[in-house]
């Protein structure tokens, strides 16, 4: 008889990774490591991370048995995928409105404040940070680098 798929699921926890990792090469058609192969390319097929493996599986258990998404679900879901990767490399930081950025160049202080649209310093708006700092300091420059701005992303 056997197992629901719900036992199924809840006996991963109780699997070792060795075990799981069988497991894994069983419900995915992997092949056991061939000398051919070498094991440290066989092992690259397979996550090592226990929780990695245990939710993969558990995902691979029940789309064996209720089917997987559709075509469209798929297609739908890379193209969310490739479209929030093209977003992400053509903009720089986000930074809330509001935010000020303030500079000492020149023995003057320089505040430029982060809006919806973009920036603005003494009154007038600019589209980026560095077109601010190329404004006050007459040079081409990354706005983030002139006014100090360390790391990561800004928040939105």
Request: glycine fraction near 8%; charge should be positive; aromatic fraction near 8%.
């Amino acid at each position: 008889m056997s197992q629901s798929i719900a036992q199924q699921v809840m006996a991963l926890q109780e699997m070792d990774i060795r075990e799981l990792q069988e497991k894994y090469r069983s419900l995915y058609g992997i092949a056991e490591p061939s000398e051919k192969r070498g094991k440290k390319a066989a092992a690259q097929d397979i996550p090592c991370n226990r929780r990695q493996l245990v939710a993969k599986l558990a995902y691979r258990i029940q789309e064996l048995a209720f089917g997987g998404l559709s075509l469209q679900a798929r297609e739908k879901l890379r193209d969310i995928a490739d479209e929030t990767e093209r977003r992400e490399q053509s903009k720089g930081p986000e930074f809330l409105p509001g935010t000020r950025f303030v500079r000492e160049f020149r023995n003057k202080t320089y505040e430029v404040v982060a809006t919806e649209d973009g920036f603005t310093w003494d009154g007038k708006p600019f589209p980026s940070l560095t077109a601010a700092a190329k404004a006050i300091s007459g040079t081409h420059q990354s706005g983030l680098r002139f006014f100090g701005v360390k790391s990561g992303r800004g928040k939105k």
